[in-house]
C-alpha cells in the first residue's frame, strides 16, 4: 500500500511539473543550444565570428560601452536607491504604503513610456534646457538627447524602483539594537553606520548591483531611443545583424557573447551571495544556502585595504554631520523626496501633457484640451494595438500562472538536494539577457513552422512570464501552513478538495498577484515581439515603438496617460486587497 502511494505521489509531482520543464527545455534550453551550435557554423568549428567581436574596433568598442553603461547604470541607481530604501525603513506603516505606491507605479509603468518622458524632459526644447534657459544659466540649449548621459539617466529611473526594494528587504531585517550597541561603546553616528549598518546590508546591496548589471548590459529601448550612435549597445547590434544585414551567425556570436559575460557575473556573485537571493526565491530558510562571506568578513575584504583612507573619511563624514546637524532638517528625508521626485515627476509630466492644446509636444502646455483624447478614442489603430496586447496579456499570463504555480508547488515542497540548482534553472530566462531569448526563439520557431503565428508569440511571452510567478508564488508557498491541509485530510476531504477548498483560496492574493506580475510582463515586452509577432497586428509597444522613433506627438502622452492610470488603479488595488486582507487576518 505505501509503494502504491509513493507511486501516486511521484506521478502527481511529475505532473505537476513537467510543464514547467517542458517548456524551458524545449522553448529556451534547446533554442540557446541551437544559437550556440550556429554561432561557429555547427560541424564547420568556424569561430571566426567570434574573432570578429573582438578584433574588430567597432565591435570591440561597443562591447566596452556595453560594459561601461553597466557600471555607470548601477552605481547610480545604487547611490539613488539606498538613501531611499533606509528611509522606508523608518517611517510608520501609513508613510510606507504611500512610498511603496509611488515606487511601484514607475516599477509596473512600461520601460516605453518612461523612455518617452525622458524623450521630452531632455530633448533641446525640453523642461531641463527651458528651465536652465529661464534662469540664465545657459545661452543656448544643452545636447544632452542622444548622449551617453541621457542613456543613463533613462536606464538609472527604470532599475532604481527594482534596487529599492531589493536593499529594503535586507535592511528591514536588521536589529537597530546593534547601531545603539555601537554608540554606546563609544562610536559616532557616522563609525556607527560604517562599520556596523553598511556591512550588515551589503549582501542586499551586492545582490540588487548584480540583478541591474546583468539586466542592463542586455537593455535595448532606452539606449535605442535616447542614446546616439557613439553610445550603441551590444544588443542594439545583435538587431542590426540579424534584421538588417541578415548576418544570422555574427548576431548568434554576440548573443552568445552577451551570455557569457552575463554567466561569469554570476558566477563570481555566487562566490559571496547566494544567486537565488537576488531574486529572492521562495526557498525554505533551512534549505537555502548559506551566505558564501558573512558580513564582516565581507566588510573585511572589501574595505580593510582602505582602513586608512576610510577611518579618515569617517572623520570628515562626522564633522559634516554635526555641521548638518546644526540645521532643524530631516536631510535623509530630503534626500528621499528628491529620489521619488525623480521616480515620479516623468511620469507626471506626460499625464500633464495628454491634455495639451498645443498640436506639438511643449511644455509647460499652451493651454488645457481634450483634443487628443478624442482623438485617442478615435484612433482604430491604437484600438487595435491595445486590444492585441490584452489579448496576448491575459493568455500569457493565464499559461504563465498556471505553469509556474504548478512548479511552484513541487519546488518548494520537493526534498531533492539539487533544489537550488532546479530554483535557478527555473528562473534562467530572468538571468538571460532578453536579447539572446528573442534572436533563439525566433530562428527556432522558424524551423518549427511557428513563427509569425499568436501560438509562436505566446510562447515567447509565457516563457518570460512564468518567472515572475514563480518568485510570488513560491514565496507564498512557503509561508502557508500546511496544517490546514493535514487538517482537512483528517476529516476525509480528497486531496483535490483539499487544493479547491483550502490551498488555493488561501493562496488567492498572491495568485491575483502573480497573474498581474505576468501580465505586465507580457503586457510591456518589446523584443520578443519584434522578432516573434510576424504579420500579426502589432502590440501597443511595437505600435509606441513605431510612433516614438518617427513622429512623436501629444497622443503618444495621451496612450501613455491612460496606461499610468490603469497600473496606479492596479496597485492601488492590490494593495487595498492585501490591507483588508491583514485586517480579516488580525480581526481573527
Request: glycine residues 6%; hydrophobic residues 55%; charged residues 10%.
Amino acid at each position: 500500500m505505501t509503494g502504491w502511494w509513493r507511486s501516486r505521489q511521484a506521478l502527481r509531482n511529475a505532473l505537476a511539473v513537467a510543464p514547467l520543464f517542458a517548456l524551458l527545455a524545449v522553448f529556451f534550453f534547446a533554442p540557446l543550444l541551437s544559437t550556440l551550435w550556429n554561432s561557429f557554423f555547427g560541424w564547420s568549428f568556424d569561430f571566426g565570428k567570434y574573432l570578429a567581436v573582438i578584433s574588430e574596433p567597432v565591435n570591440f568598442r561597443i562591447l566596452a560601452n556595453t560594459l561601461k553603461v553597466g557600471v555607470l547604470v548601477t552605481a547610480t541607481a545604487l547611490a539613488v536607491a539606498y538613501p531611499l530604501a533606509y528611509q522606508m525603513t523608518k517611517v510608520g506603516p501609513r508613510m510606507f504604503a504611500l512610498v511603496s505606491a509611488l515606487v511601484l507605479i514607475p516599477l509596473f509603468t512600461a520601460f516605453l513610456i518612461r523612455t518617452y518622458a525622458w524623450i521630452v524632459i531632455l530633448g533641446r526644447q525640453g523642461i531641463v534646457n527651458n528651465a536652465l534657459i529661464w534662469l540664465g544659466l545657459i545661452d543656448q540649449p544643452l545636447t544632452i538627447l542622444n548622449t551617453t548621459v541621457a542613456v543613463v539617466i533613462g536606464m538609472t529611473h527604470v532599475f532604481v524602483p527594482m534596487a529599492v526594494f531589493t536593499i529594503y528587504s535586507g535592511m528591514v531585517r536588521i536589529d537597530r539594537s546593534m547601531l545603539r550597541a555601537a554608540s554606546a561603546l563609544g562610536a559616532h553616528p557616522v563609525q556607527a553606520f560604517t562599520r556596523v549598518y553598511l556591512p550588515l546590508t551589503l549582501p542586499s546591496v551586492l545582490s540588487a548591483g548584480v540583478l541591474i548589471f546583468v539586466v542592463a548590459i542586455g537593455f535595448y529601448i532606452t539606449p535605442s531611443l535616447l542614446g546616439g550612435p557613439g553610445d550603441t549597445m551590444i544588443s542594439q547590434l545583435v538587431v542590426v545583424q540579424m534584421n538588417t544585414m541578415l548576418d544570422f551567425e555574427m548576431g548568434y556570436a554576440l548573443s552568445i557573447v552577451l551570455l557569457v559575460i552575463t554567466l561569469a557575473i554570476l558566477l563570481l556573485a555566487g562566490l559571496v551571495i547566494p544567486l537565488e537571493t537576488i531574486w529572492s526565491t521562495g526557498l525554505r530558510s533551512d534549505q537555502a544556502s548559506p551566505e558564501r562571506i558573512d558580513p564582516a568578513r565581507l566588510r573585511q575584504v572589501l574595505l580593510a585595504p582602505l582602513s586608512p583612507v576610510l577611518s579618515a573619511v569617517e572623520d570628515g563624514g562626522y564633522r559634516l554631520f554635526r555641521l548638518f546637524a546644526r540645521v532643524p532638517v530631516s536631510w535623509l528625508g530630503v534626500y528621499a523626496g528628491a529620489a521619488l521626485v525623480f521616480l515620479v515627476a516623468p511620469l507626471l509630466v506626460i499625464v500633464i501633457l495628454s491634455f495639451s492644446a498645443s498640436p506639438f509636444v511643449v511644455f509647460p502646455p499652451p493651454g488645457f484640451s481634450l483634443q487628443w483624447w478624442e482623438k485617442l478614442y478615435a484612433a482604430h489603430d491604437w484600438h487595435s494595438a491595445f486590444l492585441a496586447s490584452v489579448k496576448l496579456g491575459v493568455t500569457a499570463a493565464l499559461c504563465a500562472t498556471l505553469i509556474g504555480t504548478m512548479g511552484a508547488f513541487w519546488l518548494v515542497r520537493t526534498s531533492l538536494k539539487i533544489k537550488r540548482m532546479l530554483f535557478l534553472f527555473a528562473l534562467a530566462p530572468l538571468i538571460v539577457p532578453v536579447i539572446v531569448i528573442a534572436t533563439s526563439l525566433y530562428v527556432f520557431e522558424a524551423r518549427l513552422r511557428i513563427l509569425g503565428s499568436f501560438t509562436g508569440l505566446v510562447i515567447g511571452h509565457t516563457l518570460l512570464a512564468t518567472p515572475y510567478v514563480l518568485i510570488v508564488m513560491s514565496s507564498a508557498i512557503r509561508n502557508f501552513d500546511r496544517t490546514l491541509e493535514r487538517a482537512a485530510a483528517i476529516h476525509g476531504a480528497t486531496p483535490l478538495q483539499t487544493l479547491k477548498m483550502v490551498t488555493l483560496p488561501l493562496l488567492f492574493p498572491a495568485l491575483v498577484t502573480a497573474a498581474l506580475m505576468a501580465f505586465l510582463a507580457s503586457f510591456d515586452e518589446l523584443l520578443v515581439t519584434i522578432f516573434l509577432i510576424g504579420r500579426q497586428t502589432p502590440t501597443l509597444p511595437l505600435k509606441f515603438w513605431g510612433d516614438i522613433k518617427y513622429q512623436i506627438d501629444p497622443m503618444l502622452s495621451t496612450a501613455s496617460t491612460l496606461i499610468v492610470l490603469m497600473v496606479v488603479v492596479a496597485i492601488l488595488a492590490t494593495q487595498y486587497f492585501h490591507f483588508r486582507q491583514a485586517r480579516i487576518r488580525a480581526g481573527r
